[in-house]
T-cell receptor, first 114, second 115 residues
C-alpha cells in the first residue's frame, strides 16, 4: 500500500528552483520522510531525509509541514543533470538502528528543460 | 571507495537456465538489499540481510529465487530455472546498520533478459 502520493511528472527551467511535492497524510510519529532519485539507467541515489524539522544539505532542502502530512523537496538551482525520477518514501527507523526496508512508489518524473 | 559492485552488468539467457547475480557491498556496511525493477511493478525489495543473516525475504517471488550472503563482502541472487517474466534490472544496495541516516547506497544494477 502506497504511503505517499506524488504527481506523475513536472518540469522546470534550468537554473530555477524545482519544488517537488509529496503527500503522506497517514505518516506515523516514528516515520521519517526520505527522498531518493533515480537518473536514467542508474541505481537510486539518496538525497535527504527528515522527521519534522526542515533539513538542508548540499543537494537539496526538505520542507515538512507542521502536521507532517506533506513535504516538499527543493532543488534550489536545477540543472539538466537533475532530470530524474524522484521518490518520496516514509520509513520508520528502529530505535536499535536496525534497518527497515524502503518501499518505492512510482515517484515523480522531473524534466529540467534548457 | 568503489561503491557497490554488481556483476554481470548485463545478462542474456534462455528460459530454463540458471542465472547467478553477484554483489559486493561497500566495505564496512553490514546491511545488504536486493531489489528488482520492471516497468510494470517499479522497484521492489526482494530480500535483505543484516550481518549476513536474511531478515526479510517476503519479497522473493517464488522458490525459483534464492539469495545467499556467505560473508560480509559478497552476496548472490540465484534464479533457477529462469523464466521470461524474470527479465528486469536487479539492484543491490548496502547500508550501515545503526547509522543515523539509514542511507542505502545502490549499485549500477544487472540488466537480465530471459529469452
Amino acid at each position: 500500500d502506497a504511503k505517499t502520493t506524488q504527481p506523475t511528472s513536472m518540469d522546470c527551467a534550468e537554473g530555477r528552483a524545482a519544488n517537488l511535492p509529496c503527500n503522506h497524510s497517514t505518516i506515523s510519529g516514528n516515520e521519517y520522510v526520505y527522498w531518493y532519485r533515480q537518473i536514467h539507467s542508474q541505481g537510486p541515489q539518496y538525497i535527504i531525509h527528515g522527521l519534522k524539522n526542515n533539513e538542508t544539505n548540499e543537494m537539496a532542502s526538505l520542507i515538512i509541514t507542521e502536521d507532517r502530512k506533506s513535504s516538499t523537496l527543493i532543488l534550489p538551482h536545477a540543472t539538466l543533470r537533475d532530470t530524474a525520477v524522484y521518490y518520496c518514501i516514509v520509513r520508520a527507523l528502529s530505535p536499535t538502528g536496525a534497518n527497515s526496508k524502503l518501499t518505492f512508489g512510482k515517484g515523480i518524473t522531473l524534466s529540467v528543460r534548457p | 571507495d568503489a561503491g557497490v559492485i554488481q556483476s554481470p552488468r548485463h545478462e542474456v539467457t534462455e528460459m530454463g537456465q540458471e542465472v547467478t547475480l553477484r554483489c559486493k557491498p561497500i566495505s564496512g556496511h553490514n546491511s545488504l538489499f536486493w531489489y528488482r525493477q520492471t516497468m510494470m511493478r517499479g522497484l521492489e525489495l526482494l530480500i535483505y540481510f543484516n550481518n549476513n543473516v536474511p531478515i526479510d525475504d517476503s519479497g522473493m517471488p517464488e522458490d525459483r529465487f534464492s539469495a545467499k550472503m556467505p560473508n560480509a563482502s559478497f552476496s548472490t541472487l540465484k534464479i533457477q530455472p529462469s523464466e521470461p517474466r524474470d527479465s528486469a534490472v536487479y539492484f543491490c544496495a548496502s547500508s550501515l546498520w545503526g547509522s543515523s541516516q539509514g542511507e542505502q547506497f545502490f549499485g549500477p544494477g544487472t540488466r537480465l533478459t530471459v529469452l
